[in-house]
């Protein structure tokens, strides 16, 4: 089971840290860090996000479900970015595989940098 530094507000969680160093250079003591399973801290950020959007996508206010929505970071992961309230978005499909999303970007999984010769 894959466990996360995770910061809580009020016993929750809500920003998920990249990696025990990040969660190490947060504002320690005013900050709460735990470890906890990393599929438990994305679903309760996740389901803090659907309860903020009121079932409206949150860029084109489109009917969504809990189901349908879209968790959309602003900054990528690969960017910097982490999964928290702040920085998550619930979206709607259109939106998140939209121009102002992703757009029409193609999933390539197990490709690299480097040059093949």
């Given at each position: 089971m894959?466990?996360?530094?995770?910061?809580l507000s009020?016993?929750?969680p809500?920003?998920?840290?990249?990696?025990?160093h990040a969660?190490?250079?947060?504002?320690?003591?005013t900050v709460d860090i735990q470890i906890m399973p990393y599929r438990q801290a994305v679903s309760t950020i996740r389901l803090q996000i659907w309860n903020r959007?009121?079932?409206e996508c949150e860029w084109c206010s489109k009917p969504i479900s809990e189901q349908s929505m879209h968790m959309h970071e602003m900054v990528s992961r690969g960017d910097?970015?982490?999964i928290s309230l702040v920085n998550s978005v619930g979206i709607c499909y259109d939106c998140h595989f939209?121009?102002?999303g992703h757009g029409n970007r193609v999933t390539?999984?197990?490709?690299?940098?480097?040059?093949?010769?």
């Amino acid at each position: 089971m894959k466990k996360a530094f995770v910061e809580l507000s009020s016993g929750t969680p809500v920003r998920i840290f990249r990696n025990r160093h990040a969660a190490m250079l947060a504002d320690f003591p005013t900050v709460d860090i735990q470890i906890m399973p990393y599929r438990q801290a994305v679903s309760t950020i996740r389901l803090q996000i659907w309860n903020r959007t009121k079932g409206e996508c949150e860029w084109c206010s489109k009917p969504i479900s809990e189901q349908s929505m879209h968790m959309h970071e602003m900054v990528s992961r690969g960017d910097g970015g982490e999964i928290s309230l702040v920085n998550s978005v619930g979206i709607c499909y259109d939106c998140h595989f939209g121009p102002a999303g992703h757009g029409n970007r193609v999933t390539r999984f197990g490709e690299t940098d480097e040059a093949i010769f």
